[in-house]
């Protein structure tokens, strides 16, 4: 926890300030699943979850929450609005904070400016005491900042992060915090070390996006948590797990077990080599998966690439064509899943659509290929 950042209130929960580091977790099933989100909720309500996010991105999605919050009055809750910031006003009054992504707001209303979109979340935030989350991920970072920085990701991210900072400033919105993520732990350190030297005085939000599956996907958490929270970054957390729904409470468990370590000098040290190995990234799944497929595929991709582990590949499994496409661009080999089919990509390139079926045979096709591309001598197990 940090002493220089300052205080502020999600609800009854108090982050930033010396305050304790609150662990957070997010509902992965559909929202309007009212019986599946329920179940969700009361599964990191039991684990202890401070803060519980839910995605909206539709009217009907927030008349579920609607429902959701008068079964559940007690909860923090926090909202993601995904691509829709016009639902912040609708939305504000049934939650505790708002979390928006400055990278997904041209989507909409293109005849407004960004600033414009800014306002009208936080009149909504401020009409509702409702906190803010400026959301930035690296994946999903704002087009025009992207070709500002067209080689470097990680400034991308600070530079948008930093703007929204000063517009809300600028609109007398001092209830807000921040979270810079990716999936490389490396970029989150360097991109929250950034941030936290130009904004000392912002609470941050810290996660390594699409870890993956346990224990690769806790270990990466690992690194950026350790080597930020010692040095006093870090307000609240969230680890982003692979896991089936009725597991996700572990995100927290996992969450509150980093922090004790932390807290007590005790370092988990990194496998040797763990950053030179085949890197397997996987998404925590949302609301938006639209196969409940999708945590056994990546699962079974896991195991079908266990041959190739001494490999540094990167390969990323994705629930849903929204951030999918995107957030696959710079691993080696990609897949994200749509309602029926799975996407294959290598590098930005599409290489085809397989179903769930066939999808793990093709992966492997591919694999093989670029170990030959890139190392030459194919691996002993290659066809096998
Ligand atoms: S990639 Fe899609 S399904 Fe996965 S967490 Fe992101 S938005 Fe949700």
Not at 60 to 80: C, G, H, M, N, T
Request: aromatic share 6%.
């Amino acid at each position: 926890m940090s002493d220089k950042t300052r205080k502020i209130k999600i609800g009854s929960l108090t982050i930033g300030g010396g305050s304790p580091i609150a662990v957070q977790s997010m509902s992965a099933t559909q929202t309007q699943d009212l019986e599946a989100t329920a179940q969700q909720i009361e599964v990191l309500q039991a684990a202890g979850a401070d803060v519980i996010r839910i995605a909206v991105d539709s009217e009907q999605d927030v008349e579920a929450l609607r429902i959701l919050r008068a079964k559940y009055p007690d909860p923090v809750f926090s909202v993601d609005l995904q691509e829709n910031f016009k639902l912040a006003p609708i939305v504000a009054p049934l939650v505790d904070k708002i979390r928006y992504n400055p990278g997904h707001l041209y989507h909409l209303d293109k005849d407004k400016t960004i600033r414009e979109k800014v306002q009208f979340i936080v009149d909504a935030a401020k009409a509702n005491d409702c906190a803010i989350r400026i959301g930035v991920n690296c994946g999903s970072v704002d087009p025009d900042y992207k070709s500002r920085f067209p080689d470097d990701s990680v400034s991308a991210m600070v530079q948008s992060a930093l703007d929204h900072c000063t517009m809300m400033d600028e609109m007398g919105f001092v209830n807000y915090c921040v979270s810079l993520k990716d999936s490389s732990a490396e970029k989150v350190i360097e991109g929250n070390k950034r941030f936290s030297q130009a904004r000392p005085d912002v609470p941050l939000h810290l996660g390594v996006t699409e870890a993956g599956l346990p224990p690769e996907g806790i270990i990466k958490t690992c690194i950026a948590f350790e080597q930020l929270i010692s040095q006093g970054i870090g307000d609240t957390i969230r680890v982003s797990l692979t896991l089936p729904n009725e597991d996700k409470g572990q995100e927290i468990t996992v969450g509150r077990e980093i922090l004790k370590d932390i807290s007590e000098g005790r370092f988990r040290s990194v496998p040797e080599n763990f950053s030179e190995k085949l890197n397997i990234i996987a998404c925590p799944s949302c609301s938006r998966v639209e196969n409940d497929k999708f945590v056994e595929l990546a699962q079974d991709v896991r195991k079908m690439t266990e041959y190739a582990e001494r490999h540094k590949l990167t390969i990323a499994v994705m629930g849903c064509r929204v951030n999918g496409p995107g957030e696959t661009d710079e691993a080696d080999l990609g897949l994200w899943c749509g309602p029926t089919r799975v996407n294959l990509k290598k590098g930005t390139e599409t290489l085809g659509s397989y179903s769930y079926d066939e999808i793990l045979g093709q992966l492997k096709k591919e694999v093989d290929l670029i170990i030959n591309e890139k190392f030459g001598a194919p691996d002993s197990a290659i066809g096998a």
